[in-house]
C-alpha cells in the first residue's frame, strides 16, 4: 500500500466550481499533515497545513479524519489561477525524523 | 518575502561525472533537506540535515551522495558519479523548524 494515496484525476472543472479533493495515508503514525500546490515544472509550494479540528483559508478548507486515516481538500468558487497539481503531504515526527512524504498529486485544471 | 534560492536552475552532465548543486536557505532557517522528483513522478526525500549533520537520509540517498554546508549559508548536495537515473528536478527545502518546509524553485539535472 502507498504511503500516501491520491486519486491523480485530472479533475476538469468549470470557473465558480466547488471541488474536492481526498487523500489516505497508510502510517498511523503520521502526525502532520499539509497540502502542497504545485505548477507545471516548479518547486511544491506550502498551500495550508491540516489541523485535526479542519481549518480554513479563504476558498480553501482542509479536513483531517486521524481515525480513518483520511485528509481532504475543498476549494470552492474555483479560478482559472487555482490550476495546479495538489499535493497531499504527510510528515512522521519522532526522534530524527522530519521528512515530507508525498503523494503523486491530483491535477486540477479549471476551465473558464 | 524571503525565498530559498538554488543554482543552477539547469544542470547538463555527462554518466560519471560529478556535480554540485547549491543552495541558499532562507537566513533564520536551521533545517534543511534535499528531495528530488523525476519526471512524471512524485517528490521523494533524499537527506535531512540539522546541527551541521545529516539526521536521516533515505535509501536513494547512497555513497554517491553527500551534503555539506561548507560556509555557514550556502547547502549543498553532490553527486559524485552521476548516472543516467539521477536525472531529476532536484528541490532544497528549509524550516525555520522542525514543523514546515519551504522549497526553492529547483535544479533540473539532466545527465546524458
Known amino acids: 500500500r502507498k504511503e500516501v494515496e491520491q486519486d491523480p484525476g485530472p479533475f476538469n472543472v468549470p470557473e465558480g466550481a466547488t471541488v474536492a479533493f481526498n487523500c489516505t495515508y497508510s502510517n498511523s503514525a503520521s502526525q502532520s499533515f499539509f497540502w502542497y500546490r504545485q505548477d507545471c515544472r516548479k518547486e511544491p509550494k506550502l498551500l495550508m497545513s491540516?489541523?485535526?479540528s479542519g481549518n480554513e483559508d479563504g476558498r480553501f478548507t482542509a479536513q483531517l479524519n486521524r481515525a480513518s486515516q483520511y485528509i481532504s481538500l475543498l476549494i470552492r468558487d474555483s479560478k482559472l489561477s487555482d490550476s495546479a497539481t495538489y499535493l497531499c503531504?504527510?510528515?512522521?515526527?519522532?526522534?530524527?525524523?522530519?521528512?515530507?512524504?508525498f503523494g503523486t498529486g491530483t491535477l486540477l485544471a479549471v476551465q473558464p | 518575502e524571503p525565498e530559498v534560492t538554488q543554482t543552477p536552475s539547469h544542470q547538463v552532465t555527462q554518466m560519471g561525472q560529478e556535480v554540485i548543486l547549491r543552495c541558499v536557505p532562507i537566513?533564520?532557517?536551521?533545517?534543511f533537506y534535499w528531495y528530488r522528483q523525476i519526471l512524471g513522478q512524485k517528490v521523494e526525500f533524499l537527506v535531512s540535515?540539522?546541527?551541521?549533520?545529516?539526521?536521516?537520509k533515505s535509501e536513494i540517498f547512497d555513497d554517491q551522495f553527500s551534503v555539506e554546508r561548507p560556509d555557514g549559508s550556502n547547502f549543498t548536495l553532490k553527486i559524485r558519479s552521476t548516472k543516467l537515473e539521477d536525472s531529476a528536478m532536484y528541490f532544497c527545502a528549509t524550516g525555520d523548524s522542525s514543523y514546515e518546509q519551504y522549497f526553492g524553485p529547483g535544479t533540473r539535472l539532466t545527465v546524458t
Open positions: 540535515f540539522y546541527n551541521n549533520e545529516i539526521s536521516e
Open positions: 503531504v504527510v510528515k512522521v515526527t519522532g526522534g530524527a525524523t522530519n521528512k515530507l512524504i
Open positions: 537566513s533564520n532557517h536551521l533545517y
Open positions: 491540516v489541523y485535526s
